[in-house]
């Protein structure tokens, strides 16, 4: 009889171990899986964020160059066709990623093309005799505003997109200024190289496909999408997992369950490790997205709330040939050379002043005894009882024009992706009050 029982407690135990741990097991698989998801969602929605950013801020400089373009010929009381080449040779050279910059005379025919290369089947083309280029010429004319038009089938080949910028002079129309994109080395351009993220990218205008980079079937756990705006229309950008980036998270899951069920013991050690596993994979993430989002800005200055300056980056000391401390203290404007550009200033200080953001504000200062421009940006802060208390700036890189620009008596925008940076000391955690400026400088 008591071998029997014997008998029953060799059973009964093993079989209650394996009870437990398939039991403690399937409990870790669901909270592993939630955890996961919760993830995948965090590092999708910090993508798309990123990336629209920056794609936004891409095409809004190169839409901004075509009416800067524009504004040129509004000027002219004669159109000159060398003039045109000259200027959109240099928008070639400083963005690159222009398919083609043409002239289109007021009857919609393209008259000049630029480059010839690439684009010569366009030249001669009468746009009013295509529906899409038609209806967008036409409300150019009517609204006086660039229109944008939504993916089409270009005359060079490919699928893209075109802008118009319509030229009125003296009430008169003489033309239009066409931006040819093409969608593709576009949308690699401005959002990287993504062959080493595990990310799908798909642009949508309306219900037309624009890009796609990643899966045929785009769609399935993890699709996030934001909202950007281009000229007249309203982009839609969609990130999704990859494949491998599934399934590299659901192999995790089903090696940690059978590493738990085969080993109830050990589960305290192999719930350290992975949790260990999890937080340094999760900051290897961040640090992964945080390199696509950042940029260094020329330097940031951090205003008072009596918008004195209260701090400077190390950039400022190179920047205007004076230490740090004797700029300390000084009225925003202070660092603003008068160009003309009272109105904008005015606008810009009343932001300041409403604690408004603000973005790629430009003006003229004198730094080392020489005229030079700056670009600023900013977001305000503000506490959990809705007190002002700083501004939080995005950083910029410096243009990778600036020797062609100081030949230019103006400012020629360029694509800066903005990205959240953070508003407490790294040492002590302290945060800061007031505004802090992020700046990009480029020559006169």
Same mark, same amino acid.
């Given at each position: ?112 093309? &630029?480059?010839?290369? #690439? ?5 001669? +083309?009468? *746009?009013?005799? !295509? $529906?899409?280029?038609? =209806? /967008? ?109 599934? &399934?590299?998270?659901? #192999? ?5 369950? +059978?590493? *738990?069920?085969? !080993? $109830?013991?050990?589960? =305290? /050690? ?175």
């Amino acid at each position: 009889m008591r071998g029997m029982r014997v008998l029953r407690l060799d059973f009964l135990l093993p079989a209650l171990v394996l009870a437990l741990g398939v039991v403690a097991s399937v409990l870790f698989m669901n909270v592993q899986r939630s955890a996961q998801s919760e993830r995948l969602m965090a590092e999708t929605q910090l993508a798309v964020s990123n990336f629209g950013a920056r794609l936004e801020t891409h095409m809004a400089a190169r839409l901004n160059a075509g009416l800067l373009l524009g504004q040129r010929f509004l000027s002219q009381n004669n159109f000159d066709a060398e003039s045109f080449r000259e200027e959109t040779q240099l928008l070639h050279e400083l963005f690159g990623d222009f398919q083609a910059l043409n002239w289109v005379d007021a009857d919609g025919v393209i008259r000049i093309v &630029t480059p010839v290369e #690439g684009n010569a089947a366009a030249r001669g +083309l009468n *746009l009013r005799s !295509l $529906a899409v280029p038609a =209806l /967008a010429l036409r409300r150019a004319e009517l609204t006086g505003r660039m229109q944008v038009t939504p993916p089409l089938e270009l005359a060079q080949g490919g699928t893209g997109f075109v802008a118009y910028v319509p030229i009125v002079v003296d009430g008169a129309p003489r033309g239009f200024i066409n931006i040819v994109f093409r969608a593709a080395p576009l949308m690699q351009n401005a959002l990287g190289e993504n062959d080493g993220l595990p990310y799908g990218f798909r642009v949508i205008d309306g219900q037309e496909v624009l890009f796609t980079h990643g899966p045929e079937e785009f769609g399935g756990p993890g699709l996030d999408e934001t909202r950007i705006q281009v000229g007249d229309r309203t982009w839609r950008l969609q990130v999704v997992p990859l494949a491998e980036r599934m &399934t590299a998270m659901s #192999g995790l899951i089903d090696e940690a369950t +059978l590493i *738990l069920g085969g !080993l $109830a013991s050990m589960l =305290l /050690a192999m719930l350290s490790r992975i949790a260990m596993l999890r937080q340094a994979s999760l900051a290897q993430s961040e640090a992964r997205f945080s390199d696509f989002a950042s940029a260094s800005s020329d330097w940031y200055m951090e205003l008072d709330a009596k918008l004195r300056t209260s701090w400077f980056s190390e950039g400022v000391e190179s920047y205007f040939g004076a230490p740090r401390q004797r700029l300390l203290g000084r009225s925003i404007d202070w660092f603003r050379a008068p160009a003309g550009d009272e109105a904008a200033w005015a606008a810009h200080m009343a932001d300041l002043r409403a604690h408004r953001p603000f973005r790629d504000v430009v003006h003229a200062t004198i730094a080392r005894g020489k005229r030079r421009w700056l670009r600023v940006s900013g977001v305000p802060q503000f506490d959990s009882a809705g007190t002002f208390t700083a501004i939080v700036a995005p950083p910029w890189t410096r243009p990778n024009w600036c020797n062609r620009a100081a030949r230019s008596s103006r400012p020629i925008p360029a694509c800066l992706p903005p990205s959240r940076t953070s508003t407490r000391c790294s040492a002590c955690g302290t945060r800061r009050t007031g505004w802090s400026l992020a700046t990009a400088s480029f020559a006169s």
